[in-house]
């Protein structure tokens, strides 16, 4: 651990900073100055450009719309094969579980990975300190013994790949490093307590490795679930037409080589490239996004040509916010974790030396900084107008409102179809409820994904936050039964 720890050192843009060429500082600055300029003309327009924050807000989400139709195309008939030169070596797959206090779900976890037609060769439970009755779960249901902390037991009786290593409570990024370091196989599959994989799921990450030498990250695709109550089933809704885009947007930004995203809660990994980078950083929010950075920074700085995808027949569903609060604490934690990252690694910014991932996707994520801030602000800006009377103004700008909704509607009823042909998935994607959310969503379900974002900036700036079990409304109101 101790030479993982120096590594990381040295590889780690937050304790070993980079200059930060001049583009980059222009770069970070645009959005905050175009912003201050925008929220100048509310004062001095008595036009619809009152509300340029607005306009300016959805020609850049419309833009960002009209990329990834462009780049997703090739999905229309369906995932693109990978071809292989010659019969691929069947790499060994192992599965790290990291959880804290998780003892209701950890075995609908364990069983839908052992259950697999691929099965992986190891199954270890990386357990965050964990103060709940997960050493009785674990002897009950699978023979395990408590270890010592810090050390890892045998191989469950009658399930030879389940391993249990104990840890002290340090956080999710720690017990995955640990886990690293104990783990034998050439490819490691994160995978939250939360989290149940699909069948098949594991093959065709399996498969994606082998194919694919090169091929150090990848991730799966996700799909939300909320729970029984109808509250639970309306963030469902919301989120899995949320995922849907999300996932599309990966596969897009995939084909620029500037796919960063990764989702920790199912991602694979090529062991030795993770190690070679030092691991996981436990002082980020999102420690799994910031390592992708990490890799792609040292791909480029080695010449390494290290790629990064997103698998679409590898599927799995996992325990998501199903209640505002639950939202909005997950989406602070999530937006910190990017602005803290965005700020580590602000060299790469407009570099060319990092590629595409440098001249492109770093400058969307520069501006993507403030783009909840410029939502709010139009939101508010077209209440005020409501407010005071100034009707004159609000029609047109309502008028752009439904304008935006069409193309967004257009987009959201083709990229469904594109998404199940690519997945397979349907469940819970019928075209009627995906209508009224379109429209729905800008009143509603956006605004609370902006208000999360905006509570980000005040954990960025604080730096309060830390990993913590969420409350489970799905695998967790059934587990145990």
């Keep these: 651990m101790n030479m993982m720890n120096h590594v990381f050192a040295q590889q780690s ?7 930060v060429p001049l583009a980059g500082r222009v770069i970070s600055l645009v959005p905050l100055f175009v912003f201050a300029a925008l929220i100048t003309q509310a004062w001095l327009r008595n036009g619809v450009l009152t509300w340029s924050v607005g306009i300016a807000y959805i020609v850049y989400d419309t833009a960002l719309l009209v990329f990834t139709a462009w780049a997703i195309l090739p999905l229309r008939h369906g995932q693109p094969a990978i071809v292989a030169t010659a019969e691929p070596r069947r790499p060994t797959l192992g599965v790290i579980v990291a959880a804290h206090n998780e003892a209701r779900v950890l075995s609908q976890t364990i069983e839908a990975l052992a259950g697999q037609a691929d099965p992986p060769e190891l199954i270890l439970l990386a357990d965050d300190g964990s103060s709940d009755d997960t050493p009785a779960v674990l ?11 810090g050390e890892m037991s045998g191989p469950a009786p009658g399930m030879a790949s389940l391993r249990w290593l104990r840890l002290p409570h340090g956080g999710k990024a720690r017990a995955l490093n640990a886990a690293l ?7 490691v599959l994160t ?3 939360d989290t ?3 069948p098949g799921a594991l093959k065709a990450m399996r498969r994606a490795f082998a194919v694919e030498p090169a091929l150090v990250a990848a991730t799966g695709v996700l799909a939300p679930i909320c729970g029984p109550t109808p509250m639970a089933r309306m963030f469902q809704w919301f989120q899995s037409y949320e995922y849907v885009r999300n996932f599309l947007s990966r596969y897009a930004w995939e084909g620029q080589r500037g796919l960063l995203l990764i989702s920790g809660a199912f991602a694979a990994f090529r062991r030795t490239a993770v190690i070679e980078v030092g691991g996981f950083d436990p002082d980020c929010m999102v420690e799994d996004y910031e390592l992708i950075h990490r890799l792609h920074r040292h791909a480029a700085d080695t010449g390494r040509d290290w790629t990064v995808r ?8 996992t325990d998501a916010p199903a209640s505002p609060m639950a939202f909005l604490r997950q989406r602070r934690r999530w937006f910190g974790g990017f602005l803290q990252t965005q700020h580590w690694n602000r060299d790469m910014v407009g570099n060319a030396h990092y590629g595409k991932l440098g001249t492109r996707m770093l400058v969307v994520k520069a501006l993507d900084t403030l783009q909840p801030v410029y939502g709010m602000a ?3 800006i077209l209440i005020a107008l409501l407010a005071t009377g100034r009707f004159f103004l609000a029609l047109p700008i309502l008028l752009i409102m439904v304008a935006k909704i069409a193309i967004d509607l257009t987009f959201h009823l083709w990229s469904l179809t594109i998404y199940k042909r690519w997945t397979g998935q349907r469940e819970g994607l019928d075209l009627g409820p995906a209508l009224l959310a379109s429209f729905a969503e800008p009143f509603t379900f956006q605004l609370l994904r902006h208000a999360g974002a905006i509570w980000g900036w005040f954990a960025f700036l604080s730096g309060r936050e830390r990993w913590v079990r969420n409350e489970r409304t799905a695998l967790g109101s059934t587990a145990g039964r």
Excluded: C, M, N, W
């Design 378 to 380: 139009a939101f508010f």
């Design 196 to 198: 149940l994989i699909a």
């Design 181 to 187: 370091l104990h783990a034998d196989t050439e490819v």
């Design 13 to 19: 843009p937050r304790i070993s900073p980079r200059r």
């Design 139 to 149: 002897k009950q249901l699978y023979g395990l013994e408590t270890p010592s902390s």
């Design 191 to 193: 995978v939250d307590a």
């Design 310 to 317: 997103v698998i679409g027949a590898a599927l799995a569903s």
